[in-house]
């Protein structure tokens, strides 16, 4: 059974950057085909897919946050880590990190196969 969990602070001011982690087990992150993403919902909003990293490394971004985003890993911990720079009140959601299934970057977010309980972060001064 594969495990996601979300860590990291959850108030961060305007125009810092926030820093999320994803520890995952019960598998591996490099395992082919899969991809693990992060996804926010701002309070009354849908969900909002934001990128992802794939099992090769590889990193693909939302066009509209591709700018202010960074995804990166640590095999080692078997950890994916987002940066959102220059936060505003606007970034404040919550936060989720998912696998989608193999070579299923592109599937509907209701086709992600795991997903952590998501972290609320709130950008406040």
């Known amino acids: 059974q594969v495990q996601l969990q979300e860590s990291g602070p959850g108030l961060v001011k305007p125009s810092q950057t926030l820093s999320l982690t994803c520890t995952v087990s019960?598998?591996?992150?490099?395992?082919?085909?899969?991809?693990w993403s992060w996804i926010r919902q701002p309070p009354g909003k849908g969900l909002e897919w934001m990128g992802a990293i794939a099992y090769s490394g590889s990193t693909y971004y939302s066009p509209s946050l591709k700018s202010r985003t960074s995804i990166s890993r640590d095999t080692s911990k078997n950890q994916f880590t987002l940066q959102l720079y220059s936060v505003t009140p606007e970034d404040t959601a919550v936060y989720y990190c998912a696998r989608s299934p193999p070579d299923g970057l592109g599937n509907p977010l209701d086709e992600y196969d795991y997903w952590g309980q998501g972290t609320q972060v709130t950008v406040s001064s």
């Open positions: 019960g598998g591996s992150i490099t395992t082919n085909y899969y991809y």
